[in-house]
């Protein structure tokens, strides 16, 4: 099964930006369809966006015009850039597979200051 780790999170003003990473440990060009997921406070964890192995993305409402998720198959690593944030974006992101495998990574947080 494979791994991935997130990283990149951090504390941004409304407005700001960041990029997500994730690395996975064996070759990311066999999954199918990756996804960045969010767990806000006091909420369900759910997807914000995902990209199949042939570059088919799709984004939540909430986040489509903003965020823009990416995959590098050499590089074995899935991004997610975050542009506009503001602070219903704040929560822990994750990346995982669609469907999702049931095992978590420790996720990276985002906090957005208003």
């Known amino acids: 099964q494979v791994q991935l780790v997130e990283s990149g999170g951090g504390l941004v003003q409304a407005g700001g930006s960041l990029r997500l990473s994730c690395a996975a440990s064996r070759s990311i060009g066999l999954i199918n369809t990756v996804a960045w997921y969010r767990q806000a406070p006091g909420k369900q964890r759910q997807v914000v966006a995902q990209i199949t192995r042939g570059g088919y993305t799709n984004y939540a409402d909430s986040v489509e015009g903003r965020f823009t998720i990416s995959r590098d198959n050499a590089k074995n690593t899935v991004y997610l850039q975050m542009n506009s944030l503001n602070p219903e974006d704040t929560g822990l992101y994750y990346c995982?597979?669609?469907?999702?495998?049931?095992?978590w990574g420790r996720g990276t947080q985002v906090t957005v200051s208003s």
């Open positions: 995982n597979t669609v469907p999702n495998s049931g095992s």
